[in-house]
């Protein structure tokens, strides 16, 4: 079982659906990472977590530290939204703190 | 203010070759991550190092080595490539536990 496990692998939404994307983890984290990954490669960082709940435009992070989840909301999605989400989750509090992703969740946002 | 860059973009190598990649950090990160990204996977921690020491490593052998410059820069080196070795690298940069900066990545193919 992988320590980081994200839910579903694959979405496929109309344009102005609610998105969910949710991420289970099974280490002690000091962080948790939202991170955004195009088809070229490149990976933007979303939102890091702590505790409690972040929202920056149409996206919504929650966080759970007692039941080890965090949910990635979209709302009123776009197709500019389609991408790969990947939840990291950082774990060691001093020096050799390391990011362990899930597999990522491909999301595809038809118009 | 420069983000993180890697080079080459792209590489084909043969089996038994060895290769060098390299990343310039986001200006006035001193920590340096680097993961392997194999095709339909999350990224998974190579190493990573700050003010030009390793400080933490993932379940990658030895021929997996690398470097970081007084500037905070650093190289990935893989010795005696594997077909396997065929991934998308990124690097990200960081100020210690802060939000990580990606690098677009170097897709590496060995034939």
């Known amino acids: 079982k992988n320590e980081v496990e994200q839910s579903p692998q694959n979405l496929t939404a109309q344009e102005g659906e609610f998105i969910t994307i949710n991420c289970s983890y099974s280490v002690g984290i000091s962080a948790l990472h939202w991170l955004q990954q195009h088809p070229g490669g490149g990976i933007v960082s979303l939102f890091m977590?702590?505790?409690g709940k972040k929202k920056h435009g149409r996206l919504i992070a929650t966080i759970n530290i007692q039941e080890k989840h965090s949910s990635l909301h979209i709302t009123a999605s776009h197709p500019r939204d389609s991408a790969v989400y990947i939840c990291a989750v950082r774990s060691g509090e001093t020096s050799g703190s390391r990011l362990t992703f899930g597999e990522g969740t491909q999301l595809t946002v038809n118009p | 203010e420069t983000g993180v860059t890697q080079s080459p973009t792209h590489l084909i190598k043969t089996r038994g070759q060895q290769v060098t990649l390299r990343c310039s950090s986001q200006?006035?990160?001193?920590?340096v991550s680097w993961y392997q990204q194999a095709l339909g996977q999350g990224p998974q921690f190579i190493f990573q190092?700050?003010?030009?020491?390793?400080?933490g490593r993932g379940n990658f052998p030895p021929r997996f080595s690398g470097l970081q410059f007084p500037n905070y820069s650093s190289e990935l080196n893989v010795n005696a490539l594997e077909l396997d070795d065929s991934a998308l690298y990124l690097c990200?940069?960081?100020?210690?536990?802060?939000?990580?900066?990606f690098g677009p990545g170097t897709r590496l193919l060995v034939l």
């Open positions: 977590l702590s505790s």
């Open positions: 200006s006035g990160h001193n920590t």
């Open positions: 990200a940069s960081s100020l210690r536990q802060s939000d990580p900066y």
């Open positions: 190092y700050y003010r030009e020491e390793e400080n």
